[in-house]
Each structure stands twice: as structure tokens, then as C-alpha cells.
């Protein structure tokens, strides 16, 4: 069963440009969540998609958006990008409820804004 | 807000040694526990939950139990392998009033096992 994956791996930005990172879930999962992480701030959530609908969302500016698609696929946005973006962003899929089944996680997209 | 703090690192160990990587959480209610580990270049991995308190979790020889009384979770290893080598996170759940949950997350306690 593949795992969920991330593309791409690795993106070079520079300041003000935006930026999209995809995420497909585990097969079944419908529950698709984002993070951040950071050497300063470690792990931080973004926001948390279930079919189709965002039900939580961190403590992120507006530039920080994302989607589900019907397919469960993920895509988070990253806009006007700012020096203080980068970082390892990092996606996670779930059966159904994020805690009744276990959170798989991505491998990752590691994002440098120069 | 709920929060989680465990020991800074990093730590390191000569192989067969004994692990404690201690963690303690504020939080309102009774939120799950769980310890991941994330090896390098990967993402993380689950390796262990507790749901409610006195619960242990167990995986790959780690343990860790629900303490409500100290607030605490601390993962232990009787002895370690260089394999064990990764960065370890504590993580709560914390529910949302919709009903939505996410985790909060430790800084993470780098472990490195010395053969």
C-alpha cells in the first residue's frame, strides 16, 4: 500500500513569489492535514482538510491557504513568500477522525525562499 | 493554550544503554498522548499512544505511560540500538470546539546510539 506522498521533495523560491506543495493520502484516508517544521518553531499545524472541508486551521497568516479535492488529494498555498517560510512542510493522512486512526505522515516538501 | 515540552538535546548513547526522553504537557481536558520519530530525510512515524491516563504504550521495546497525576509521558528503551538513532517528538491531541483535532508538538529530543 503505497504511503502518502509529497511532491515535489525540495523547491527554491525567492521572496514574494508563491508556491504550491501537493499531497496524495494514503488510499481510503480522508482526513489530510498540514504542518510546518522549523529548527525555530519545530512542528507547527497549518490546517486540517476532511472531505473536502477545512475543520481546523493554525495560527497563520492568510497566505498560508490549502484544498481538498474530491479525491482526498491535498494542496496547500503559499503566497507572497517571505524569507521566514522556510522550512520542511509536511503532510499527514488519516482513515477518518485524525485520532481514531492513526496519522500518517509525508515525507515532506522542504521549501528555502532566498 | 495546551503545550508540550520535553528535554532538549540532544542525547547521546553508547549502544545497550537505557533511554529516558522526558515529556510534560499542559492541556485542558484529557487529550491522547503519542511519540513519534522521525529518522533523517523521512517524515515522522508513529511509534507509540496512550489515550487515557495509567495507559501504556507500547512499540519496538519503547514505553511510555499516561501519567495525569505529574502530567507527564516520558519514553523509555531498556537498550538502545544504533538504528534508534532519529529525533523523537512528543505530541498531544487537542480538539477544537468543532470537534476538529490536531496535535501539539514537542521541540523534539535528538537521540544518537553510538555502536
Known amino acids: 500500500k503505497a504511503g502518502v506522498t509529497q511532491t515535489p521533495r525540495y523547491l527554491i523560491k525567492t521572496r514574494g513569489q508563491q508556491v504550491t506543495l501537493s499531497c496524495s493520502p494514503i488510499s481510503g484516508h480522508r482526513s489530510v492535514s498540514w504542518y510546518q517544521q522549523t529548527p525555530g518553531q519545530g512542528l507547527q499545524f497549518l490546517f486540517e482538510?476532511?472531505?473536502?472541508?477545512?475543520?481546523n486551521k493554525g495560527n497563520f497568516p492568510g497566505r498560508f491557504s490549502g484544498r481538498q479535492f474530491s479525491n482526498s488529494r491535498s494542496e496547500m498555498n503559499v503566497s507572497t513568500l517571505e524569507l521566514g517560510d522556510s522550512a520542511l512542510y509536511l503532510c499527514a493522512s488519516s482513515f477518518a477522525e485524525p485520532f481514531l486512526s492513526p496519522l500518517h505522515f509525508g515525507n515532506g516538501t522542504r521549501l528555502t525562499v532566498t | 493554550g495546551n503545550s508540550v515540552t520535553q528535554m532538549e538535546g540532544p542525547v547521546t548513547l553508547s549502544e545497550e544503554a537505557f533511554l529516558t526522553i522526558n515529556c510534560t504537557y499542559t492541556?485542558?481536558?484529557?487529550?491522547?498522548l503519542f511519540w513519534y520519530v522521525q529518522y533523517p530525510g523521512e517524515g515522522l512515524q508513529l511509534l507509540l499512544k496512550?489515550?487515557?491516563?495509567?495507559d501504556k504504550g507500547s512499540n519496538k521495546g519503547f514505553e511510555a505511560t499516561y501519567r495525569k497525576e505529574t502530567t507527564s509521558f516520558h519514553l523509555e528503551k531498556g537498550s538502545v540500538q544504533v538504528s534508534d538513532s532519529a529525533v523523537y517528538f512528543c505530541a498531544l491531541s487537542e480538539e477544537d470546539q468543532g470537534g476538529s483535532e490536531k496535535l501539539v508538538f514537542g521541540k523534539g529530543t535528538k537521540l544518537t546510539v553510538n555502536p
Open positions: 482538510y476532511f472531505s473536502e472541508t477545512q475543520r
Open positions: 496512550a489515550t487515557k491516563a495509567d
Open positions: 492541556a485542558t481536558g484529557y487529550p491522547s
